[in-house]
């Protein structure tokens, strides 16, 4: 099976930037699908960017400030977050529907989480 291992997060001061990494642990075909979540302490996950074959959209909170891409040489995804701000201390986690070899349809991944905080 696949997974997806995440790296990037760390301490930031508000205004910096950071970029998120999460590469699959094995070969892939490729993404139907790709998000980014994130989870505050004390409140509920939420959907930070997501990417499919048709369309981007983002949290109205980090529009303009953060960018779901993709390496295509090696199927990593990255989150791009600038201007940061304390409220966007979370633990961040990113998500897939993969095609994977001798599977019909994909398969649906969670990264393990990395912890970015925001602080002065």
């Known amino acids: 099976q696949v997974q997806l291992v995440e790296s990037g997060g760390g301490l930031v001061q508000p205004g910096g930037s950071l970029r998120l990494s999460c590469a699959p642990s094995r070969r892939i075909f490729g993404f139907d699908q790709m998000d980014w979540y994130r989870q505050a302490a004390g409140k509920e996950r939420e959907l930070v960017a997501i990417?499919?074959?048709?369309?981007?959209d983002y949290l109205d909170s980090v529009k303009g400030r953060f960018t779901i891409s993709r390496d295509n040489a090696n199927n990593t995804i990255y989150l791009q977050m600038n201007g940061l701000k304390p409220e966007d201390t979370a633990i961040y986690y990113c998500h897939a529907l993969v095609r994977v070899p001798g599977r019909s349809g994909n398969l649906e991944v969670w990264g393990q989480g990395t912890l970015v905080t925001v602080y002065s």
């Open positions: 990417r499919t074959n048709t369309y981007t």
